[in-house]
């Protein structure tokens, strides 16, 4: 995403202001007041905003490549740490949050065995990743079966646990989310 610009930034926030799929990420990665949350490519910071209601705007962070949308997701959401970066190189500490999620960005990402290790590592002991994609028939701007099975399987690679799928019809569209657990012990 780091290809849009000012206007196009401002186009996709414009219609994409408050859809539902960002209600159903958040809702998906059980936050917990306090706890530390981090959202992968968090565009304009719709989710974000629904994140810092219940983290506390101290207590999220995000990344996200395109320069224009972290200003837009600062603005939105004060108190929040919003960087420049892609999903493969989250500068944050290893093992700093209970909870990551990412919402329609995982197919943009350039290399995804490399952010899907990236962000399992920045999660801590007992922590939470949701992966949200809008579910297609072939490959294009969402995820197929066939790469679900394909993140699952590296997931587990990694050593999450827990790994499954929960999928919600929003709208017209069918939202499909692979949720794992980092291990609470080595």
């Given at each position: 995403m780091s290809s849009f610009g000012a206007v196009g930034a401002r186009l996709y926030a414009w219609f994409?202001?408050?859809?539902?799929s960002n209600r159903v990420v958040v809702g998906l990665a059980e936050l917990r007041a306090g706890e530390p949350v981090l959202e992968v490519g968090c565009g304009p910071g719709v989710a974000l905003e629904l994140a810092a209601a219940v983290a506390g705007a101290e207590h999220v962070a995000a990344v996200e490549p395109s320069e224009t949308f972290v200003a837009m997701a600062r603005k939105r959401v004060p108190g929040a740490d919003v960087r420049v970066a892609g999903a493969?190189?989250?500068?944050?500490?290893?093992?700093?949050?209970?909870?990551?999620?990412t919402l329609a960005s995982m197919h943009h990402w350039h290399?995804?065995?490399a952010g899907l290790a990236t962000l399992c590592a920045k999660l801590r002991p007992g922590g939470r990743l949701v992966l949200a994609e809008r579910l297609l028939d072939r490959p294009g701007h969402g995820i197929t079966q066939a790469q679900i099975g394909e993140v699952a399987g590296r997931l587990t690679g990694l050593?999450?646990?827990?790994?499954?799928?929960?999928?919600?019809?929003?709208?017209?569209?069918?939202?499909?989310?692979?949720?794992?657990?980092?291990p609470r012990t080595a």
């Open positions: 994409n202001r408050h859809p539902e493969e190189d989250v500068p944050f500490a290893d093992g700093s949050f209970a909870a990551i999620y290399d995804r065995d050593g999450q646990v827990d790994v499954h799928t929960e999928q919600r019809d929003v709208g017209r569209k069918t939202l499909v989310a692979v949720i794992s657990e980092r």
